[in-house]
């Protein structure tokens, strides 16, 4: 196996979580001790912002009005694309019932979670696909009520994002942003209801809260910075690449971006070619997406393309394309992704925007043990039994011997006492 590096990541410099976790740490205990009033000291402090929490039915519809309507038309294309990919995974999660043993009847039940609280990030980007990405995936899930949050800016939460909630289904917006907007939705304050499970992406603080309130509601993720790897071939475009690779550069700083090439022509002109493009990127963009690609990218060579799938798999990446011959064989083949974009006709900006897949995705190599956002995250698979009076014969014979062997005498009195009058 041949692997060369021709351009390596600078060492991750050793960084220290605790200011964020006590920060985090002191604002959800504030808020859990102060309700409301706590969360409207921060929204005050950290967003300046101090007008009206909640968004009003009015103020609802006065944001959707002023959206202009082939922005309107290009968010309905999004969301139904997203919807009609929610509906085909529902369609996949099956109620069941077994015969256990004669008289022993056991099942499985698809009961959607009571409430749920989705985060919508603001800050230097309008989030508009992340609104439409958690609330209609909960909407078609059957989630009976949806909180989403978001920063305000001034005037409130931008017309585009409001309009996402409404058309996805909302039912309360909260003018909320940061660690603040997270707790408000956990505790169900400002006329909600406390959240079941908490989901979409955030800064660092925004994941620190959802990290440190798991476990009293359900989380999405352990979200980290977005990242994505590029395998390409002698087939490859080096300027499709290098775009597809500066593309998602732009998110920021401390996202990582890789190429394995099998053709070292196509790497070394992505490496020519990347500088250029960032250039092209208006600021902060390209500043973002400089540093990016300065001190996290990567671009490997490989001899053959299993050494380059077993190196994606290796990285488990959030974002996975393939630009190269037999698609097929790559499909078949890799197996560590949070999602899978096969084709230089296709490319993460469309399943970050518009494409149906969710874009809630996990990172930092999580995606070798887990998947995304989708219906089955706000979906509980529950199990049920109920048996005869044949069938509870056997099971308290056999459950009560059992129990004495593993020293849990109780256990056995509650399975014998169905032997009685039997």
């Not at 990030?121 to 609104?131: D, E, L, M, V």
């Not at 963009?285 to 990567?298: F, G, M, P, V």
């Not at 219906?375 to 039994?385: A, D, G, I, L, R």
């Not at 005498?409 to 014998?416: D, W």
């Amino acid at each position: 196996m041949t692997v060369t590096y021709l351009k390596k990541a600078a060492p991750r410099p050793a960084t220290e979580n605790n200011d964020i976790r006590d920060i985090v740490r002191i604002m959800l205990t504030n808020i859990a001790r102060d309700g409301e009033e706590a969360v409207r000291r921060y929204a005050k402090d950290l967003d300046r912002w101090e007008g009206d929490i909640v968004l009003s039915d009015a103020d609802r519809a006065a944001a959707c009005a002023r959206v202009p309507e082939d922005l309107k038309a290009d968010i309905q294309f999004a969301h139904n694309n997203i919807r009609r990919f929610a509906q085909a995974q529902q369609a996949t999660i099956q109620e069941c019932e077994i015969e256990v043993i004669p008289g022993l009847i056991a099942g499985q039940k698809q009961i959607p979670v009571s409430s749920a609280g989705c985060y919508v990030p603001g800050g230097r980007y309008s989030h508009i696909a992340s609104a439409l990405m958690t609330i209609t995936t909960a909407k078609v899930a059957g989630v009976p009520h949806i909180t989403a949050a978001s920063p305000p800016r001034e005037g409130g939460i931008p017309d585009a994002i409001v309009y996402a909630m409404d058309l996805s289904g909302a039912d309360l917006i909260l003018n909320l942003g940061g660690v603040q907007g997270i707790a408000a939705m956990a505790q169900g304050l400002f006329g909600g209801k406390p959240a079941d499970i908490l989901v979409g992406p955030g800064n660092s603080y925004v994941a620190e809260a959802k990290r440190m309130l798991f476990g009293e509601v359900g989380i999405d993720m352990f979200a980290g910075p977005t990242d994505s790897l590029v395998i390409a071939d002698h087939t490859a475009s080096v300027e499709t690449v290098a775009w597809d690779l500066v593309s998602q550069a732009e998110h920021g700083v401390d996202s990582p971006v890789w190429l394995i090439a099998t053709e070292r022509d196509l790497a070394n002109g992505v490496l020519e070619r990347v500088h250029a493009l960032i250039a092209e990127l208006p600021e902060p963009n390209a500043s973002a997406a400089r540093t990016s690609w300065e001190d996290r990218a990567e671009v490997i060579l490989c001899d053959t393309r299993e050494e380059a799938a077993a190196i994606a798999d290796r990285y488990a990446p959030e974002h996975l394309q393939v630009q190269a011959d037999d698609l097929d064989w790559w499909l078949n083949k890799l197996s560590a992704y949070g999602s899978l974009f096969l084709g230089e006709e296709t490319t993460v900006s469309f399943g970050d925007k518009t494409s149906g897949p969710n874009h809630v995705l996990p990172t930092s190599g999580a995606a070798r043990y887990t998947g995304g956002l989708s219906v089955h995250k706000f979906t509980k698979t529950v199990t049920w039994q109920r048996c005869n009076t044949e069938a509870s014969h056997e099971l308290a014979q056999r459950t009560a011997r059992i129990s004495r062997m593993e020293g849990m005498e109780g256990h056995a009195r509650a399975a014998e006492i169905r032997l009685i009058g039997a």
